[in-house]
């Protein structure tokens, strides 16, 4: 993993732990994580294998991110406040699915570049994966995992919004 990596990892991580507390959700809030991954899957994804089963890992890791994404997505709260501005603030179990799905990935990466990388390809080989399925399977997943959760809370964002009589979301 280089820094690049850790940062992209810890900045998903942080994004949501601050919503914690609650943040105002305005078009930057939905999108910066959105940006981050694209930017990571513009710069790592090249091409997606096909032989043997590797669609089938790149599918059911696209469907955990789906999966966690939408369970954070759908355990945040959003609401508007006595100002009309509208929050999202996650509850905790909207962060531990979210850092499950992080954590995953960031062990994945870590394991594999400090000395797992024998025991992946021996696993690649008894499965019938190409080795470079996985960096795909990973990002595919960390990019469904953040669409999926940003569609829910700017869905649930905008039915606040239009339940408050307010306007366009991140504008007074």
């Known amino acids: 993993m280089d820094i690049k990596d850790w940062l992209i990892d810890i900045a998903l991580v942080g994004m949501v732990l601050l919503q914690l507390r609650g943040r105002r959700l305005t078009a930057k809030t939905l999108l910066l994580p959105v940006g981050i991954v694209g930017w990571a899957a513009t710069n790592y994804l090249h091409e997606i294998p096909t032989s043997g089963n590797d669609l089938l890992l790149i599918a059911a890791t696209t469907l955990i991110g789906l999966a966690l994404g939408a369970g954070a997505g759908a355990l945040t709260r959003v609401y508007h406040n006595d100002a009309g501005e509208v929050i999202a603030r996650a509850t905790a179990t909207a962060a531990v699915l979210w850092v499950v799905g992080c954590g995953f990935r960031m062990a994945f990466q ?22 470079t399925a996985w960096a795909p399977a990973i990002l595919l997943m960390a990019l ?21 009589g307010r306007g366009r979301l991140g504008v007074r």
């Open 110 to 131: 870590l394991f594999a570049t400090q000395g797992g990388d024998e025991a992946i390809g021996r696993f690649s080989s008894d499965y019938h994966l190409d080795p």
């Open 144 to 164: 469904a995992e953040v669409l999926s959760r940003t569609a829910i809370v700017a869905w649930r964002g905008r039915e606040a919004l239009l339940g408050s």
